[in-house]
């Protein structure tokens, strides 16, 4: 069985499940208690588990980190939330330089089972600062499982996994999805991180999309007269290639459409890993689509012109034939 439920309602009910599940979970950040998380994602949590197991810190994202780096280390599964994925940069010596390296400095001695849970994206109007996709920043560090999520299944079952797992997850959720609705089965699930799927089969050109690039691919292709295969990464590190790979090689082509800066982003990246090891399987030369290369915009107007858009995802898919 099945139930209709928003994006950020999938996001809470994974995080009480974990906690319910398993003692060590406990969750800290900005505002999670009463205030229930920026979004509603921890709403009621602290009256259901208490100081001991949902606190307030204060705004100071380094200390969040870190807190949740000597707790993961010590034992404990912290869930440590960050407002805006932007603030990855203020915490930034924890986030690049210490989290993501303990496994490997300690030998593989120390495991680090942490989550951070940052919302990410832009559409809202948040400006600059708070808008932007980090996933390539994070990415290029390794050590780090890299998550996003595009509908409210991907966003219950992936954080559930990312909780349970032993190492590092950045949880990557977009703002402007946060309402989106979407079937939850009722029974207990969980989605394996480092897989992709392939959420729409079809002969002539594999489309790589997530979060909201996902679901404008998908108006997109439905515009177009060709028969399009979309993929979900749901996860950007590790990186599922293998599926991706199959894909081109039934359709001989390739666009990668993400919400990254283009200049050095993780569309180029996809599409490198498939040229360099499956060149022989194209008929055409791929594409990438992402945000042009300026700040996001406060303005709806012109943050509306730099992230891509239905018209120029179908342009994009129309020049690969």
Do not use: C
């Amino acid at each position: 069985m099945t139930r209709e439920i928003t994006y950020i309602e999938a996001v809470a009910e994974a995080i009480d499940e974990e906690m319910d599940r398993d003692d060590d979970v406990i969750l800290f950040g900005e505002d999670v208690e009463d205030f229930g998380g920026n979004f509603g994602e921890t709403a009621g949590l602290h009256e259901k588990y208490d100081d001991d197991r949902v606190r307030n810190t204060p705004l100071a994202e380094i200390g969040i980190a870190g807190m949740a780096l000597g707790a993961a280390v010590g034992g404990i599964r912290p869930v440590a939330e960050l407002q805006f994925a932007d603030f990855a940069a203020t915490a930034g010596d924890e986030i690049f330089n210490q989290i993501p390296k303990q496994p490997y400095v300690s030998g593989g001695s120390l495991e680090v089972p942490l989550t951070i849970f940052a919302p990410s994206g832009a559409g809202i109007g948040a400006g600059a600062q708070h808008s932007q996709s980090v996933h390539s920043w994070l990415g290029n560090v390794p050590g780090w499982v890299v998550v996003t999520a595009t509908t409210p299944y991907d966003a219950k079952g992936l954080l559930k996994s990312a909780i349970r797992d032993d190492n590092p997850v950045f949880y990557l959720p977009h703002k402007a999805l946060v309402e989106t609705q979407g079937e939850v089965p009722d029974e207990e699930y969980t989605l394996p991180l480092g897989e992709a799927v392939v959420e729409e089969e079809g002969e002539d050109v594999t489309v790589v999309a997530t979060q909201v690039m996902f679901h404008r691919a998908k108006e997109a292709a439905a515009d177009l007269d060709v028969n399009v295969e979309l993929i979900n990464p749901r996860t950007f590190a590790p990186l599922d290639t293998e599926t991706i790979a199959e894909s081109v090689e039934k359709t001989g082509r390739l666009v990668v459409v993400d919400e990254t800066v283009e200049r050095y982003g993780t569309q180029s990246h996809i599409a490198n890993e498939i040229v360099e090891n499956h060149f022989f399987s194209f008929d055409a030369p791929p594409k990438t689509i992402g945000v042009k290369d300026v700040p996001i915009p406060v303005s709806p107007t012109l943050e509306t012109e730099v992230i891509p858009g239905t018209e120029r995802i179908k342009a994009g898919i129309e020049s690969v034939f």
